[in-house]
């Protein structure tokens, strides 16, 4: 079975009409864009897991007892006299 190309809808298009852009990512990844810029991907369940089958599949990592190593960048805070 031959995919077509990813298809993309915007966020604003999304959120009219969820059922008809669930409907399109059961046929492939539906990419979800913010102001013009790709945000999100929509895709089917089944399509994440065989598109995951290489490496640990989406459902494992979620249940997983390790620990992931995850590098995130430094934050800093910084506290004004109007926050307080």
Do not use: H, Q
Request: net charge negative.
């Amino acid at each position: 079975m031959e995919r077509s190309a990813v298809k993309s809808v915007s966020a604003r298009d999304f959120n009219r009409d969820v059922s008809a852009v669930k409907r399109s990512a059961e046929e492939g990844p539906v990419v979800i864009t913010d102001r013009g810029t790709p945000a999100f991907v929509l895709m089917g369940y089944r399509d994440c897991v065989a598109r995951s089958a290489g490496g640990m599949g989406f459902a494992e990592l979620l249940t997983a007892d390790d620990d992931l190593d995850l590098e995130l960048p430094a934050r800093s805070v910084e506290v004004r006299a109007s926050d307080l």
